[in-house]
Nanobody, 123 residues
Framework: HVQLVESGGGSVQAGGSLRLSCAAS????????MGWFRQAPGKEREVVAT????????YYADSVRGRFAISHDRPKNTVYLQMNDLKPEDTSVYYC?????????????????WGQGTQVTVS
């Protein structure tokens, strides 16, 4: 039973940076891919970035490529999302999720456990 806990959200001005963290606990053996998704009010959930935990593969949405970076700290069982040059359109609730495989492009339905979300507000 995997549990994911996000942290690091907050409010920043446009052009600023934030780093989100997602700590995984429990039986994480089935999880080979971790991802960040976001959902703004009135909008559909969208994938932001994903990372394969056992190799160099990553995926980024076009809207964040070059500004965001996803990484994984294996000893800490934590995935990070470094967000730079934030824009007002990045305002959303960001969710961490785990999947049993890496797919490009990713499919939300492949992610079997989700965190509670953390709010990011860019003004």
């Amino acid at each position: 039973h995997v549990q994911l806990v996000e942290s690091g959200g907050g409010s920043v001005q446009a052009g600023g940076s934030l780093r989100l963290s997602c700590a995984a606990s429990g039986n994480t053996g089935d999880a080979t891919c971790m991802g960040w998704f976001r959902q703004a009010p009135g909008k559909e959930r969208e994938v932001v970035a994903t990372i394969y935990l056992y190799g160099p593969m990553t995926y980024y949405a076009d809207s964040v490529r070059g500004r965001f970076a996803i990484s994984h700290d294996r000893p800490k069982n934590t995935v990070y999302l470094q967000m730079n040059d934030l824009k007002p359109e990045d305002t959303s609730v960001y969710y961490c999720a785990a999947a049993r495989g890496f797919r490009d492009p990713p499919r939300a339905r492949d992610f079997f456990v989700w965190g509670q979300g953390t709010q990011v507000t860019v003004s």
